[in-house]
């Protein structure tokens, strides 16, 4: 059974850089999942933020934090990072990870399974 555990949230300052991770269970997970960071912010929906899959390889990103934030993960080990930087206060949110079966949907509706979470709080 598959399962992700989110880690590394905390409360940075504006301007400075935070990474976060997310570990998956399953030897296979790779095989068969791709996986997306999203986030969601009080009294807002889930937004998609990055994502990743491994046949083949490739990252994704939506347009507005592309350049800020990184996604990485490499066959063989069994954690996703996201590399934050130049933080903004518009930044705070509730960051998950989820798996989808059909690659990296923008749509959290595509995701079966989910983490629990990590609160990111950027402060002003």
């Known amino acids: 059974q598959v399962e992700l555990v989110e880690s590394g949230g905390g409360l940075v300052q504006a301007g400075g850089s935070l990474r976060i991770s997310c570990a998956f269970s399953?030897?296979?997970?790779?095989?068969?999942?791709?996986l997306g960071w999203f986030r969601q912010a009080p009294g807002k929906g889930r937004e998609f933020v990055a994502g990743?899959?491994?046949?083949?390889?490739?990252?994704y990103y939506t347009d507005s934090l592309k350049g800020r934030f990184t996604i990485s993960g490499q066959n063989g080990q069994n954690t996703v990072y996201l590399q934050m930087n130049s933080l903004k206060p518009e930044d705070t949110a509730v960051y998950y990870c989820?798996?989808?079966?059909?690659?990296?949907?923008?749509?959290?509706?595509?995701?079966?399974?989910w983490g629990q979470g990590t609160q990111v709080t950027v402060s002003s």
């Open positions: 399953g030897r296979t997970f790779t095989d068969y999942y791709g």
């Open positions: 989820a798996a989808s079966t059909l690659g990296v949907p923008r749509d959290p509706s595509a995701y079966r399974i």
């Open positions: 990743i899959r491994w046949t083949p390889v490739r990252q």
